[in-house]
């Protein structure tokens, strides 16, 4: 009936986090600003955490609203549960009798 996805975010604040619906495309980007902390521990040798920004997208259909996304951020994992949309039909073509 749909799809779900789970994106890993650790270190991630919520929000740090957004998500865009444009074109049929869900766009999910995360920002994460370098910490300057370490004034009060002195110079920095190395950092393991990534700081950076970051940013994807899916083609989820035209058809999606922002209504039918479901997002949830628990222990830095998002986690969308995205609908699954049946294509809008192409008329089908009808002939018309004619009397006479």
Do not use: C, W
Request: hydrophobic letters at 30%; glycine letters at 8%; aromatic letters at 8%.
């Amino acid at each position: 009936n749909g799809y779900e996805v789970d994106i890993d975010l650790p270190g991630f604040k919520k929000d740090e986090i957004t998500l865009e619906l444009k074109d049929g495309y869900l766009t999910i980007s995360a920002q994460k600003a370098i910490e300057k902390d370490n004034e009060k521990h002195g110079r920095m040798l190395r950092q393991e955490r990534y700081a950076g920004m970051m940013q994807r997208s899916f083609y989820v259909g035209e058809n999606i609203t922002e209504q039918d996304v479901k997002a949830a951020y628990t222990n830095g994992v998002l986690h969308l549960e995205i609908p699954k949309m049946d294509a809008k039909k192409v008329p089908e073509k009808r002939t018309i009798h004619i009397e006479g």
